[in-house]
T-cell receptor, first 114, second 110 residues
Framework: GAGVSQSPSNKVTEKGKDVELRCDPI?????LYWYRQRLGQGLEFLIY????????KSGLPSDRFSAERTGESVSTLTIQRTQQEDSAVYLC????????????FGPGTRLLVL | SQKIEQNSEALNIQEGKTATLTCNYT??????LQWYRQDPGRGPVFLLL?????KEKRKERLKVTFDTTLKQSLFHITASQPADSATYLC?????????FGTGTRLQVFP
């Protein structure tokens, strides 16, 4: 399959622990985005990467959140010292270009912080 | 303040009828607007994009309109089928970001 993949699909963690979420974009897509979706809510933009440009981190809710991307491939979203309000589905998407193009979403990682 | 509003109440319609979903926005000036479909437990899937200079866009049974004066987009599904049941999200560009609405859940019953 050539779609966007994310791992793990589900993650349960205890408050205060760190978690790392992974996204594999579609090959050849230069833009990669992370979103958060709380239950019954819309998608909340977190961060995007476009080629070799500096990422736009303006959507990250706190300094506990960080993300990295290796070239135009895998990205990891790290949440340090997790809180219960971090519980949500974290969605990754990729596109050929920046926003002007269709975004292709992965299935998401469902994070539950106890 | 900037807002994107979609009807939070579910839309229930009978199979064969036309479903119409609304997306209203305030204090944005988008160059384009997109509609996505999201099924439970899955990521959104892109359906249609309409640009600010386009009044209407069609794709098979789907039709989207974009009125920049009313600041509104309408999303129509004609001859609706139970398989069309899902949550539909609108999204618009804001400078260099895509802003999503909360979505409207559509339920098509036989």
């Amino acid at each position: 399959g050539a779609g966007v993949s994310q791992s793990p699909s589900n993650k349960v963690t205890e408050k205060g622990k760190d978690v790392e979420l992974r996204c594999d974009p579609i090959s050849g897509h230069t833009a990669l985005y992370w979103y958060r979706q709380r239950l019954g809510q819309g998608l909340e933009f977190l961060i995007y990467f476009q080629g070799n440009s500096a990422p736009d981190k303006s959507g990250l809710p706190s300094d506990r959140f960080s993300a990295e991307r290796t070239g135009e491939s895998v990205s990891t979203l790290t949440i340090q010292r997790t809180q219960q309000e971090d519980s949500a589905v974290y969605l990754c998407a990729s596109s050929l270009g920046l926003f002007q193009e269709t975004q292709y979403f992965g299935p998401g990682t469902r994070l539950l912080v106890l | 303040s900037q807002k994107i509003e979609q009807n939070s109440e579910a839309l229930n319609i009978q199979e064969g009828k036309t479903a119409t979903l609304t997306c209203n926005y305030t204090n944005y000036s988008p160059a384009y607007l997109q509609w996505y479909r999201q099924d439970p437990g899955r990521g959104p899937v892109f359906l249609l994009l309409i640009r600010e200079n386009e009044k209407e866009k069609r794709k098979e049974r789907l039709k989207v309109t974009f009125d920049t004066t009313l600041k509104q987009s309408l999303f129509h599904i004609t001859a609706s089928q139970p398989a069309d049941s899902a949550t539909y999200l609108c999204a618009l560009d804001n400078t260099d970001k895509l802003i999503f609405g909360t979505g409207t859940r559509l339920q098509v019953f036989p």
